[in-house]
Structures are given as C-alpha cells and as structure tokens.
C-alpha cells in the first residue's frame, strides 16, 4: 500500500498492527469527508458538478486500485475524503 502513488488516494505512511487492531497513518486531508460535507449543506445535497467531479475522481481511483489488483471494500461516505477545493 505505501507504494501507491495516485493524487487522489491518500497516502499510507505506516500501519501498526497489534493483537486487537491495526492502526494505519495516512495523509491528512483537510476538506473532511463526504459525509460530513453533505450535513453541511441544506436538505444534505450536493450540486451536480460537484457530484460529478468526486465521482469521477473516486472511479479513477478504484480504476487504479482495481488494475494493481487491490479491492478498498469499505467504500462509503465517511472514506470519501474532500479536500479544501472538494
């Protein structure tokens, strides 16, 4: 994992496994997630263009993930993560 290198993943410096957990490190993302950027706004909706841009760019990178033969299986708002131009 910390040898992927796309700009729209964030980038693993270290994962710590113990015997209950594994804590991983990664890049901060200062926008926040998806899902708290869509409670946010009124009636919790985004506009189309910007819908638009982060599906595009979250296609793209399971599109890479997906050709380096690695799966995310935990897609879900809250791991969709803005940064401050979203």
Avoid: W
Wanted: proline share 3%.
């Amino acid at each position: 994992m910390k040898r992927l290198n796309h700009p729209h993943i964030a980038t693993l410096y270290e994962a710590i496994e113990t015997e209950d957990q594994v804590i991983l490190i990664l890049e901060y993302v200062p926008g926040g997630s998806t899902h708290g950027f869509l409670k946010s706004k009124p009636n919790r909706r985004m506009a189309e263009d910007d819908a638009r841009k982060i599906y595009k760019q979250l296609m793209n990178s399971l599109n890479y993930l997906h050709g380096k033969c690695i799966a995310h299986r935990d897609i879900k708002l809250e791991n969709v993560m803005l940064d401050e131009r979203k």
